[in-house]
Structures are given as C-alpha cells and as structure tokens.
C-alpha cells in the first residue's frame, strides 16, 4: 500500500515536471476564458442564443469533455506509458520493488486525478470569466459541482481505454494519433450505425448534459453507470494484462 | 557463508530463438562477482530475467532468500540495479530523480539525498538537469539512485561502457570502495576481460546463451594462467568459440 501510495506521488510529480502537461492547463484555462468572451461579444448580436452566467460553465463542460479533454488524457495517457517505454524510464519503476500491478494502477490514478485538477481549472475560469464578463453571479453552484463531478466518470474510463491502447506503442506520438483516430473513429461510426450511439462509451463523455435532457430516469442512469463502469472494467483488465507481459 | 543470489536453471528465449539456457550460479555475500562474455551472449537477458524486467518460464531466481516470482518486492527491497544504461529522467535535477526513487523505502532504509550525491561527487550539481549531465555523470547518477535504498545486492550491466578513461577509471574505483567500505555485493556484467580483472573476485563466463565454467576465484585462476584474459580464451575454446 505504501509503494502505491508512492509511485502515485511520483506519477504525478513526473506529469508536473514535464513543461508539456502544464503547458496544457495554461491552454485549458485560456481556452475557457476565451470562449467565455467569444459567446459574450456574439450574445448581444444574435438573440437567438441564450446564454446566462449560470449555463456557461455548464457549455464550457461539454465542449471541453467532447473535445480538449479526450486530446489532453490520449497526451498524458501517452506520456506515462508509451513514453516512457520510448526512452526506457519505465525501467527505473519495474526495477523497484513494487509489484507491476500497482504501477498500473497507480499510473492510472495520477492520470485521474490529472482529470479532476483540469475539470477544477474549467470549472473556476468558466465561473469567473462568466461573472467578469457578464457581470452576474447568481450561480447554482451545487449544481454546476455536481455536473463536473458526474462527468469525471466517463472521462476516467476514457484514459483506460487509452492506457489499453498505449501498451502496443513504444512512442508517444503513435500512441497520441491511434488514440484519436479511435476516437473519431468510434464517434463516425456511432453516428451511422443505429443503436450503436447507447451502447458505446464515448457518447457519454458529457453525461452531464444527457441526464438533464427528458424526465430523469434513475434506472435508466443506474443502467448507464454499469455500462460505463464496465467498459472501464474491461479496459483496465486487458492494459493490464499486456503492461504485465511487457519486456523491457 | 550467506547467499545473496541463487540462479537455477534459468531458461529464457526469445520468439527469435536466442536467449539463454540452463544457467545456474550463486553469488554471496560481499562478493564482487563478474559475469564475463561476449556482446550478445546473453549477459542483459540473464540481469533482465534476474530483475523483473523479463519473464522467463523455465528455472529459479531468489535474491536475499526471497523468490522472485512469487515474493517480488521483498525480493527486490534491498537491491540496487542499472541494466543496459544509465537511463534516467533527463527532464528532472539530480535532486529529483534521487527523491523519485527514495519514495519506495522507509526513510530509515535510505540515505539522505546529499549523502548520496557525496559519495557519487556529484554534489554540486543536485539542482541541475540531468539532460546537462556528461555521460560519466549520468553513470555515477545511475549508480546513486541504484544505491539510495542501501542495497544489499547492486547489479549492474556494463557499468563503464561509453566511459573515457578517466570516467571508467572513477566507476571502477567507486565499485571497488562500496564494496569494501560499505561490504555490498555487487554483481557486474562486462565484455572487457580487464574491467572484470580488476574490479571483481569471482568470474562466470557466458557464451551463446550457457555459461562456459564454474564460478570461479580470479586469484585461483591466476595461479593457473597468466591472465584471466587466457583463462577466457582457454574456456570459449574448449566449447569450439574463440578466434
């Protein structure tokens, strides 16, 4: 438990080490803001769109979970795996003692809560943009919390797939591209096919914005929890698996 | 005397066929043992297999009395390791990549960070990148976070090669120091008959995959042959290698 404990600390340290991946906050939040106050200049123009301080940061969300999110964890997913199978460091934590289990684990825990520091950095810069910008600040904050939270879920099952898929890659950069095109791939695909867009995982990555359209089904989200926690099941069982027969 | 690493009947190939079979050998306590051989005969995968950075199906490897397969973290708690080469986070200070590695032991179990990099003379560049870092210095870097959880047992791969000679000279005399300053075993692999002369006591040699001899003292060997360099020569060919 202590070597878990540990090499998640080093995981992280070695994300926030890296210019790269804090380079990538600074991107996110400046994203923000700038959407922020695109939809803000366009608002007075055209009528159409409503858009308040309170649903603001709820359409920060969805854009980031469908698009910036799923780019940045395929680069960290990347970074901690294929990377460093690239440039051998993955040799100087195999080598101590901890078993490759935790490693896993614990490389997969850093990356989570990578997610949750980027949806915090969202989740403020949306708030304060939208009350800097639109000079209101009647949020329903609970609310907006829980919305981010709920999408942390599918967004945690997405760097397991992508944990999967960076085991085959000794390069980071082949782990990125593969990992994007998957996930173009799959989003095209549920597109055309019939049925396809319920049952596959990355139609989820806003759920948020699924549970409040229609009546809430509490079955109906239970259904879709296990769903995703079993994509996520399936997805760490099988990277596991082959990051457990990797030779160095 | 105590056994410090017990390897029986390690079999490892490779999808291509190559690899190693049937090695056997025991290391123990305070020894300086050199696995001698030439570039690909098998001494990486027999350290690699012996480390946990290979599987191998066939045969037995106990590090301390703890058997690798099944007991891995006890069995890897007190040995220190640099395979192939000095790789290390390029990215981060020497500072950072000593406090990396330390995280996995008590701090009882470990040396203080400036300690290390005293021993290893590199005090003076704590803060800077490793990426700054000369070849010669990355090696002694290597060999610091290989020894920061005091190790019992310190296993290392080519330890001098790339290095100059001035570089080579100070790995060799850093070896020789740690282990008989602070008693470590140590388990080295080399190519160059004269490295393994002049820093170890005892010598396997390894061809095609199979070691060649016993484990043998260097100094009963000496009485024997001139060099330990005719000693090799004698023994690859007697199993029909050599030039």
Redesign the interface.
């Known amino acids: 438990m202590n ?1 878990l404990k ?2 998640i ?2 995981e992280v ?2 994300l926030f ?3 790269k991946i804090t380079v990538l906050l600074i991107i996110t939040a400046i994203i923000c803001f700038l959407s922020a106050f695109f939809i803000s200049s366009i608002q007075a123009k055209l009528v159409f769109i409503a858009m308040d301080s309170i649903s603001f940061p709820l359409m920060t969300l969805t854009i980031f979970t469908n698009i910036f999110l799923p780019l940045f964890i395929f680069m960290t997913v990347a970074e901690l795996f294929s990377g460093e199978f690239g ?3 993955l ?2 934590v ?6 490759r289990l935790k490693i896993f684990i614990s490389k997969n825990i850093a990356i989570a809560i990578y997610i949750i520091i980027n949806l915090i950095v969202v989740f403020i810069v949306s708030m304060l943009s939208s009350m800097l910008l639109s000079g209101k600040a009647s949020f329903s904050i609970p609310h907006i919390m829980f919305a981010y939270f709920i999408d942390l879920v599918p967004a945690v099952v997405l760097a397991l797939f992508a944990s999967l898929i960076a085991q085959f890659f000794k390069s980071s950069s082949g782990a990125i591209i593969t990992c994007i095109l998957l996930f173009i791939g799959i989003k095209i695909l549920s597109l055309f096919v019939s049925g396809l867009n319920n049952i596959v995982f990355t139609s989820y990555l806003n759920w948020y914005s699924i549970w409040s359209v229609g009546q809430f089904s509490f079955l109906r989200t239970i259904n879709t929890l296990f769903m995703i926690l079993s994509y996520g099941a399936i997805f760490f069982t099988i990277g596991y698996y082959f990051f457990d ?1 990797k ?2 | 005397m105590e056994k410090v690493l017990k390897v029986e009947g390690l079999t490892k190939l490779y999808n291509n066929g190559r690899g190693v079979v049937d090695i056997s050998f025991e290391v123990y306590k305070g020894d300086v043992f050199g696995f001698l051989g030439p570039n690909g005969a098998g001494k990486t995968t027999v350290m ?1 297999s012996i ?5 191998f199906k066939k045969g037995r490897v106990e590090i301390l009395g703890f058997d690798l397969k099944t007991q ?6 007190k ?1 220190g ?1 640099i ?3 000095a ?6 200070s020497a500072y ?1 990549n000593l406090k ?2 330390s ?3 008590k701090n009882t179990e470990i040396y203080g960070i400036d300690e290390i990099l005293d021993i290893v003379q590199l005090t003076e560049f704590k803060k800077e990148k490793v990426s700054k870092f000369s070849l010669g210095m990355k090696q002694r870097l290597a060999l610091a ?1 290989a020894l920061i959880s005091k190790p019992e047992l310190v296993i290392l791969d080519e330890p001098t090669n790339g290095l100059d000679i001035e570089g080579t000279i100070a790995m060799r005399n850093l070896i020789i120091e740690l282990a008989t300053t602070k008693g470590i075993t140590f388990f080295i692999s080399s190519h160059l008959v004269h490295e393994i002369e002049l820093m170890c006591n005892k010598v396997a040699i390894i061809n095609n995959g199979k070691l060649i001899n016993k484990v043998e003292h260097i100094n009963i060997i000496k009485e024997k042959y001139a060099s330990l360099e005719d000693f090799y020569m004698d023994k690859v060919k007697s199993v029909g290698g050599g030039i």
Request: proline share 2%; net charge positive.
């Open positions: 070597n540990a090499n600390i080093n340290q070695k080490l890296k210019k440039d051998k460091t040799k100087l195999l080598i101590r003692p901890i078993s027969k030779e160095v | 690699k480390t946990g950075l290979n599987t891995f973290e006890s069995a890897l708690r040995v390791t395979i192939e080469t790789d290390l986070y390029e990215y981060m950072h990396i590695a995280r996995f032991y976070v």
